[in-house]
């Protein structure tokens, strides 16, 4: 369905997903506040208007709607921004749909940056921090449209609140079909020896590229993609830096909280070892193309490796 | 049958709620924490959803074809712990229980604690967004369960409230009754003073609700209004229903400072004794 | 007035035309939502609001915040056109490192309040509102809503406080072009009748045509000679108006295909040159 290498917002795959689930399972539905064309839920919409409902611009009313629709025995997917999700009805996720655990996935477009002309405004970059610290909440963010699927429908088969990220803008296919996702199990895309690189989301692919620069400058990175930052997978951590000594973290997102955060206190506590977060540092973005804002905010391919050298560098010093 | 309400129904529900009334006030004084005086302006209603109007089923607490209530006020769960012991639901020894550690009834209302709980509630204003969930599956599923929720009067300042409002009109909930609980005192002051919500009825009906104004402590109208409300098709029900905070406590009744204050020991007994004479 | 009304006739289609060359230019943005509100802006830039140009945070001037944030285009080339940035910066819209951000942000000169997350510009107007109050001064407060916003119920939240702390130093106006994102209003979520919505919570309220300045600015009037309520004006627009293939298609609240934006740009210029030496000067 998806090819190598083209670039597919992951928004799609989703709305592509929901679509042949929907065909499955009567009993999906689906809420959305306003921008269904854009979240790409309206193709659902289409082909099932009795289990498809707009409320309107209105994100806590949704979210509190879809615990209602969900503690009826339902599988409710909330449509709509991160932004909107997880700081406009942040409350309501956390004490209606978190606290009761009721099957709401929430599944959001617009994740990071992606929405790089849309500015800050539109731009979620504290969102997977807010949703890691409500307990009992699952935080995933794929890195390509196959991993979209994949994940989409493993949400429906969890049980309890889901929170999933999208992106807005195209990010490369790297998966084949033939791979299994599991929520909360890692992907080992790369094996390496002197550094494991681990990235979420639209950073997969830039760690990726990254790699492969690295390999000519003699360092082997392992890559993976940590596609589930709650629940953390320990153990492909564990493995991997217990061979490698070092981790570069990759994120489209505040590096507090998010990713970097949750690996760092992972290995804080089990493992310390040298460490370097790549991700926004105390800064809201702005509008413009992505890869020149990857670029001004540091988190662009030449900064995974700049960053990967300090982590090397660091490891000498320790030894 | 609107018309013509027996008599024995009456004295029946009058004295279910001077029994909700005093156990309010028990569990209060025994948690020496809650909030008393807008359990008591709901002790009529209340009363009525369970012992008349709603259809529920204690062999099968979750019964998928039960009616809903959602108490969006869920500082006020002292009433419905009261009546949901007095339905059965749990022993009412349990009622002493309020507040403390370990026990199934928390300060505000939880569903995967207390038996008989449709939603957990507390944070105010989301209450309606979930009863319009629940009705909005009922409709999809073609049950014909009812969806109950009590707003407090206060919580029309969250504009949740009001979005829910216009989500209830566009999928004509027919099968969705709101109660507000008009004792028109929040916890800061009157709502006057902090937010006035007059007029309330142009205000729900511009959002083109169905609304019935009634006096939320008569029996009569009560019982009249949720009969009305069944028979409105296309479009949801609104009830206000004018309260007394603190009612059937003379030292309680209109007293902002009673939102959440539990009575000591004297207090109790004072209190008991008006609400057993009357 | 005859003569006022033509002059900000002009500017208004100036200022149609800087959004859809700025649209096309950046690639992206909601070009349907700035068409409709083009008038209003400029009846408030050009005649309504006391600002200076020169001095963009004088204390003392006209406040304006843009509800709709995804409608700041017309905004930008209002307040290029009055002076406040060169006109040459239209063309940075949406580019990096530009000040001319997707949506408004209040470091940018002239804009007095971020927004874009739709549904709180009335909060924060009641705030300038309130403090203008407590300072005693005399400066206004200008809010422009969307239609679609008004699902928000943090608008009805800020509705219903504006007329308690009885508010008439500040004017909504929502730009009831009928549709949202989504599709009409009527589909997405009804506003019934929006009149009866405003005056259940108290406000004065105006209803109007948007697109005729001979009805803005006496409304605007209207609503400086009332007292102790804060005015509403209801203003009934066209979504993409002056813009045949986009007027009332809801397609266009963001840029759909940026061909025909563009061809559709020169067109204009070539028209608006030709119509009037007014325009000939200030196209780019």
Not at chain 1, 219 to 248: C, F, N, Q, W
Not at chain 3, 52 to 59: I, L, S, V
Request: net charge neutral; proline share 4%.
């Amino acid at each position: 369905m998806y090819k190598l290498g083209d670039s597919i917002p992951t928004r799609n795959a989703y709305g592509d997903t929901l679509v042949e689930l929907g065909r499955k399972n009567d009993q999906i539905v689906v809420f959305e506040a306003d921008i269904g064309k854009s979240t790409r839920s309206a193709i659902f919409g289409k082909e099932f208007p009795e289990r498809y409902f707009n409320i309107g611009v209105a994100e806590q009313n949704e979210m509190a709607i879809a615990a209602g629709a969900a503690s009826c025995g339902k599988i409710v997917f909330v449509s709509t921004y991160a932004v909107f999700a997880s700081m406009r009805a942040c409350e309501q996720v956390r004490t209606f749909v978190a606290y009761p655990h009721v099957n709401v996935k929430i599944c959001v477009s617009h994740g990071g940056i992606t929405p790089a002309n849309d500015g800050v405004t539109h731009q979620a970059t504290e969102d997977l921090g807010i949703m890691r610290t409500i307990p009992g909440m699952t935080v995933i963010m794929p890195a390509d449209a196959v991993s979209t699927r994949e994940l989409v429908i493993a949400a429906t088969q969890w049980d309890g609140p889901i929170y999933l990220r999208l992106t807005r803008d195209g990010v490369p296919v790297i998966y084949n079909e033939e791979t299994s996702f599991k929520i909360g199990k890692g992907i080992l895309l790369r094996e390496g020896k002197d550094i494991t690189i681990i990235a979420i989301g639209d950073m997969v692919s830039k760690a990726l590229d990254a790699r492969d620069i690295l390999s000519k400058q003699g360092i082997l990175a392992e890559v993976i993609d940590m596609h589930t930052i709650k629940p953390l997978d320990e153990s492909i951590i564990l493995d991997s830096v217990r061979k490698t000594g070092g981790v570069v973290t990759v994120e489209d997102h505040q590096v507090e909280c998010g990713l970097g955060s949750a690996v760092s206190e992972f290995l804080g506590e089990n493992y310390p070892i040298p460490i370097q977060r790549i991700g926004l540092r105390n800064t809201f973005a702005e509008s413009g193309e992505y890869e020149l804002l990857l670029k001004k905010y540091k988190m662009s391919v030449d900064d995974i490796i700049s960053g990967c050298f300090k982590v090397v560098g660091r490891k000498k010093k320790k030894r | 049958m609107v018309d013509t309400i027996n008599k024995n129904l009456v004295s029946f529900l009058e004295e279910k709620a001077t029994e909700l009334r005093i156990n309010i006030l028990k569990m209060i004084h025994a948690a020496q924490s809650g909030h008393p005086g807008g359990a008591l302006s709901a002790a009529e209603i209340i009363t009525t959803l369970y012992c008349h109007e709603m259809r529920i089923n204690l062999d099968n607490q979750r019964d998928p074809d039960r009616d809903r209530f959602i108490l969006s006020k869920g500082h006020a769960c002292p009433v419905l712990y009261s009546v949901l012991a007095m339905k059965g639901f749990f022993p009412i020894e349990e009622l002493a229980t309020l507040r403390k550690i370990n026990s199934r009834l928390q300060g505000h209302p939880d569903m995967k604690k207390t038996p008989g709980v449709d939603f957990t509630t507390g944070s105010l204003g989301n209450g309606l967004s979930i009863g319009i969930g629940m009705a909005l599956m009922g409709k999809l599923d073609k049950k014909d369960f009812r969806v109950y929720v009590m707003l407090g009067c206060g919580e029309l300042d969250e504009g949740i409230v009001w979005e829910a409002f216009m989500a209830g009109t566009k999928f004509k909930l027919d099968n969705l009754v709101v109660i507000i609980d008009y004792n028109k005192l929040q916890l800061d002051g009157d709502n006057d003073e902090v937010m006035p919500l007059e007029p309330i009825v142009d205000k729900l009906e511009a959002f083109n609700w169905n609304v019935i104004r009634t006096n939320g402590h008569d029996f009569n109208q009560i019982i009249k209004a949720f009969a009305k409300a069944r028979e409105t098709h296309n479009k949801p029900t609104v009830i206000v229903a004018d309260t007394i905070k603190g009612k059937g406590v003379s030292f309680m009744e209109n007293k902002v400072d009673w939102h959440g204050l539990a009575p000591d020991d004297e207090q109790l007994k004072i209190a008991l004794e008006e609400i057993r004479g009357s | 007035m005859i003569d006022k009304t033509k002059e900000l006739e002009r500017w208004a289609q100036l200022l149609r035309y800087d959004v859809v060359r700025m649209i096309s230019n950046a690639g992206s943005g909601h070009p349907g939502g700035c068409l409709s509100a083009a008038d209003i802006i400029t009846c408030l830039y050009f005649k309504e609001m006391n600002i200076r140009p020169e001095e963009p945070d004088w204390p003392d001037r006209d406040r304006f915040i843009l509800s709709k944030g995804h409608a700041c285009p017309v905004l930008y080339a209002a307040l290029a056109r009055r002076g406040v940035f060169p006109v040459k910066k239209l063309k940075t819209l949406r580019k990096a490192g530009s000040f001319l951000q997707g949506h408004p942000e209040i470091h940018t000169s002239g804009i007095d309040m971020t927004s874009g997350c739709l549904g709180q510009g009335l909060s924060v107007g009641a705030g300038m509102a309130v403090a203008a109050k407590i300072d005693r001064k005399f400066y206004r407060t200008y809010v422009m809503l969307g239609c679609g916003e008004m699902n928000e119920g943090q608008v009805w939240e800020s509705v219903m406080c504006a007329s308690h702390f009885k508010l008439d130093n500040l004017l909504a106006i929502v730009d009831y072009n009928r549709l949202q994102f989504d599709g009409s209003v009527d589909e997405v979520l009804s506003p019934g009748s929006m009149v009866k919505r405003w005056k259940g919570f108290n406000w004065n309220v105006i209803e109007i045509d948007g697109h005729n300045i001979n009805e803005i600015l006496p409304a605007f009037e209207k609503a400086r000679n009332t007292k102790e309520v804060p005015t509403v004006i209801i203003a009934n627009t066209i979504k993409g108006k002056g813009v045949s293939f986009m007027e009332n298609d809801y397609l266009w609240h963001s840029l759909m295909d940026r061909d025909k934006l563009a061809e559709k740009c020169k067109q204009m210029k070539k028209d608006m040159e030709n119509a009037d030496s007014f325009y000939a000067k200030r196209l780019w």
